[in-house]
């Protein structure tokens, strides 16, 4: 089983790296924050934290930032009908405060905002993160801990959604940033929402 990779950043898509180690290419999915911070590293030497899930459909390798995260990922795709892509998706728009958050508030509306997760299938989420809340708890940050404050979360939303509907990644984060500028407090739908109305 592969539990990590140290090696050069070849390729960084929006879902997805190649690192080449020793000479072999490793394709690996990843959550969107990971793309964030690895926008700098093409052609640099990384190392992420690996989960090498084997099927009879295949294997895949899902990569991470920090061992931390990989955890909260076995367990987010370890719920009751979640499987690993979905839970992938769920940790491109969330962490385990925001759906800690989102679960004690039943808030499926934020929730939705994960494309294509609306109707039953937020519904069962939802469900199945307030089932699990003390497992989640022990991924939960103190405030000295966190290494990004709301804003930043929300203009990563902002940028991911555009992104998905459609926006090379340079263009939505410009278009964020300028309308962070004008309008500091605003969420992620609602950055979004000025963004194709411009």
């Known amino acids: 089983m592969i539990a990590s990779l140290r090696g050069t950043l070849l390729r960084l898509d929006l879902d997805s790296i190649l690192i080449e180690v020793s000479g072999v ?3 690996v999915m990843i959550p969107f924050p990971l793309h964030l911070e690895l926008r700098e590293s093409i052609g640099k030497e990384i190392f992420i934290h690996c989960f090498h899930s084997i099927s009879d459909r ?11 995260d990989r955890e909260l990922f076995k367990l987010i795709k370890s719920l009751h009908g979640i499987g690993e892509l979905t839970a992938l998706k769920i940790l491109s728009f969330f962490r385990a405060d925001d759906l800690y958050q989102i679960a004690q508030a039943d808030d499926r509306k ?3 905002r994960i494309p294509k997760v609306k109707g039953k299938t937020s519904e069962k989420i ?27 979360i929300q203009d990563d939303l902002a ?28 969420e992620a739908g609602e950055i979004v929402k000025k963004v194709i109305t411009k």
Do not use: C, M
Request: hydrophobic letters at 35%; proline letters at 3%.
């Open 25 to 27: 290419g490793y394709e």
């Open 58 to 68: 295949g294997q895949k390798l899902f990569g991470f930032q920090t061992n931390k």
């Open 110 to 112: 934020t929730l939705e």
């Open 159 to 186: 940028i991911l959604a555009l992104i998905q509907l459609g926006y090379d990644e340079k263009t939505a984060k410009r278009e964020v940033d300028l309308i962070r500028k004008e309008s500091p407090d605003l």
């Open 126 to 152: 939802l469900f199945e993160i307030k089932q699990n809340l003390k497992k989640l708890e022990s991924f939960l940050q103190d405030d000295s801990g966190k290494e990004f404050g709301p804003i930043h």
